[in-house]
C-alpha cells in the first residue's frame, strides 16, 4: 500500500485519563504491556502501510523518543508538532505536507478496534470514494454521532448525538481520505472533522462512504474503557500482533516477581519490575512498571501507576492511581476514585465499611 500514508492524531491532552497523562500523553500509557501506540503502528504495519506520520502536541518529544524513525516496528515515521490546537481536521490538515501517497488513512490515537485496514483501503478503492469513513454498531448510539448510509454504503448524513438516534452506525474514528480532499481543510484555525470537514463535504457534493465493521471497537479515553481494552488485548479479545506475550488470563512482563499464591486473571498486566504479594488478588488490573502489591491485596478493574505502591489487605476497586502514590494497609478505594501522583493515603484511611 505504497500509495497510502497513515496519519495517526496524538495531539490530545487526555484530560480524562488523569492522573495517568500527567506523566505521559494518553497514546504513550502501558497498555497490555507496550505503549498503546505500539499496538495500533504495528497493526498499520501488518496491512502494508510503510509511512506514518504522527501529528503531536502534548509531550510531543515523548513519542520520538521511544519510537524515533520507526525502524523498530518497520515503518517510516515522521512527526509534526502542533503549536496551537487545532481541532480533528486542523491536525489532518497540519500534516499534509509530508503526505506522499494517493490516499491518507487518518487514526484518532486513541481509539482500539479489530477493523480489517486492508478491507477498509478496499471499500475506499471499490467505491471511488473521496473519503471513507470506518462505521462500528453499537447497542446504545445515543452518545455517539451516527452516521447513516443508503443501500450503497455511500453516507447521507452526520447526525450529532441524539436521545433518537435513526441508525446504531457510529463514527468509529478511522478515515480514508483521496490526498487532494485533505487539503481543502483551511488551515491556520481549529476545525473539526466531525463537526465542519464532513457536513461540509456532504453538502458539496462529495463522495463519502462507509465501511461498515462490527468487530471489536473500543474508545480508550475514560479509565474504565482504558484498562478493559488492555485486558481484552491481554484476553486476546482484541487483535494486536505487539503482545509481548500469549494471550491469556494475564500478562507478567519480564522482571516481574508474582508469589505464587497470588491469583491473576481477568486480562491483568503485570508490568516489568512489579511485584505481587502472598495472597493477592488482580483481577482486570493494569500495574505500570515498578508497582507493588502488598500480600492479601484486592485489584480489580483498576490502573496502578508507575512506582506506586499499595499496602496489604487493601481493596482497589474501579480506581486510577497516580505515579509513586503510596495507598496504605486496608485503604479501601472504589467506585471511579482518582489518586494524584506522590500522594500518600494511611493504613486504614480512607474505608467503605466500618471493620478494619
Not at 21 to 38: E, I, Q, R, W, Y
Not at 185 to 206: H, K, N, Q, W, Y
Not at 216 to 236: E, H, I, Q
Request: some cysteine; glycine content about 12%; aromatic content about 6%.
Amino acid at each position: 500500500m505504497s500509495s497510502t500514508d497513515a496519519v495517526i492524531l496524538v495531539g490530545g491532552l487526555g484530560t480524562r485519563l488523569r492522573p495517568l497523562t500527567l506523566s505521559a500523553p494518553k497514546p504513550m500509557l502501558p497498555t497490555a504491556g507496550v505503549p498503546f501506540l505500539t499496538h495500533l503502528i504495528s497493526r498499520i504495519r501488518d496491512a502494508g502501510i510503510e509511512h506514518v506520520v504522527l501529528g503531536t502536541s502534548y509531550r510531543a518529544e515523548v513519542f520520538a523518543d521511544h519510537f524515533g524513525d520507526g525502524a523498530a516496528l518497520g515503518v517510516d515515521l515522521e512527526y509534526v508538532v502542533e503549536t496551537e490546537p487545532l481541532g480533528t481536521a486542523g491536525g489532518i490538515r497540519n500534516v499534509a505536507s509530508r503526505l506522499r501517497g494517493e490516499n491518507a488513512m487518518i487514526f484518532n490515537g486513541d481509539v482500539l478496534s479489530g477493523v480489517d485496514l486492508r478491507a477498509l483501503l478496499a471499500t475506499h478503492t471499490d467505491t471511488d470514494a473521496d473519503v471513507t469513513l470506518y462505521l462500528t454498531k453499537v447497542d446504545d448510539p445515543r452518545a455517539f454521532g451516527c452516521v447513516p448510509t443508503d443501500a450503497d454504503g455511500r453516507v447521507t448524513a452526520f447526525c450529532e448525538k441524539d436521545p433518537n438516534p435513526v441508525t446504531d452506525q457510529i463514527n468509529a474514528g478511522t478515515y480514508v481520505f483521496r490526498r487532494e480532499i485533505v487539503d481543502t481543510i483551511p488551515t491556520g484555525r481549529a476545525v473539526s472533522v466531525e463537526r465542519e470537514t464532513f457536513p461540509g463535504l456532504l453538502a458539496d457534493g462529495v463522495r463519502i462512504c462507509g465501511h461498515v465493521d462490527s468487530t471489536y471497537w473500543r474508545d480508550l479515553g475514560r479509565p474504565a474503557d482504558f484498562v478493559a481494552g488492555s485486558a481484552d488485548l491481554v484476553l486476546g479479545l482484541a487483535p494486536s500482533p505487539a503482545l509481548p506475550g500469549p494471550t491469556g488470563q494475564a500478562l507478567v512482563l519480564d522482571g516481574a516477581e508474582v508469589d505464587p499464591s497470588a491469583v491473576l486473571r481477568g486480562g491483568t498486566t503485570v508490568g516489568a519490575g512489579c511485584v505481587v504479594g502472598p495472597d493477592a488478588v488482580l483481577d482486570g488490573a493494569v500495574l505500570f512498571d515498578g508497582a507493588r502489591i502488598g500480600a492479601g491485596a484486592s485489584v480489580t478493574r483498576s490502573a496502578i501507576g508507575f512506582g506506586t505502591v499499595v499496602g496489604e489487605r487493601a481493596v482497589l476497586d474501579d480506581v486510577v492511581v497516580g505515579d509513586r502514590a503510596r495507598i496504605g494497609s486496608r485503604v479501601e478505594l472504589l467506585a471511579g476514585a482518582r489518586v494524584w501522583p506522590d500522594v500518600a493515603i494511611p493504613d486504614g484511611g480512607v474505608r467503605f465499611s466500618s471493620d478494619l
